[in-house]
């Protein structure tokens, strides 16, 4: 239990961090539109995985080393970010599914 917490909290750190490199705000908001737009269920992990290596492979961490250290080192590892892109992926997609479900409510009443 107290291993499933350690794990949402550096997930948690590391979403953020993608968002402050402005391209994890990206992914999240490309999820989003394709929520919105009810594109299939399996881009969102399409998205994630391509979106995963390309952030493994071409975004530095080792500037924010002092900061989020546990982060950083976590962040070398492929899997995990892909894990953490699958995290905004299908945190985003969802919100652009509840979105149209909310427009489409208000626009009935």
Partial sequence: MLWLIR???LLSQAIFLEFLHIFGLIVFLLAILLGYF???WWIAPVLAVASGLFANRFIDLNYLTDIF??????????????????????GGYLVGLLGRLFLRRAKRS
Avoid: C, H, K, N
């Fill in 69 to 90: 250290r546990r982060v950083a080192s976590a962040s070398d590892r492929w899997a995990f970010v892909i894990i953490v892109y699958f995290a905004i992926t299908i």
């Fill in 7 to 9: 794990f949402i909290g």
């Fill in 38 to 40: 009810r594109a299939p």
